[in-house]
Nanobody, 118 residues
Framework: QVQLVESGGGLVQPGGSLNLSCAASESLLSFILMAWYRQAPGKERELVADITRNGETYYADSLKGRFTISRDSAKKTVALHMSALKPEDTAVYYC????????????WGQGTQVTVSS
């Protein structure tokens, strides 16, 4: 069973930066896509950014220029660098991976809390 483990969440002041990391239990080549989602209290889970096996990236329009997604195949990790953080970025951030096996398989991490507050 694939496991995704997020780390790096915490409390940060507005305007600050934070780096999230997602460690996968198997090679990143297993996944056609890896992504970060977030879910704020009372809101639906939303896509933050994703990165394909070929390294192509996508960002939610509202986050372009502040968030950067990257992958390190050797370490089997996907990172999310967040800068110029705002209180509205407060949410639980989830790592997601998609694999094509017999069927499409989607995997989720347990989430890491990010709180932006002074």
């Amino acid at each position: 069973q694939v496991q995704l483990v997020e780390s790096g969440g915490g409390l940060v002041q507005p305007g600050g930066s934070l780096n999230l990391s997602c460690a996968a239990s198997e090679s990143l080549l297993s996944f056609i896509l890896m992504a970060w989602y977030r879910q704020a209290p009372g809101k639906e889970r939303e896509l933050v950014a994703d990165i394909t096996r070929n390294g192509e990236t996508y960002y939610a329009d509202s986050l372009k220029g502040r968030f950067t997604i990257s992958r390190d195949s050797a370490k089997k990790t996907v990172a999310l660098h967040m800068s110029a953080l705002k209180p509205e970025d407060t949410a639980v951030y989830y790592c997601h991976a998609r694999a094509i096996k017999v069927t499409t398989e989607n995997y989720w991490g347990q989430g890491t809390q990010v709180t932006v507050s002074s």
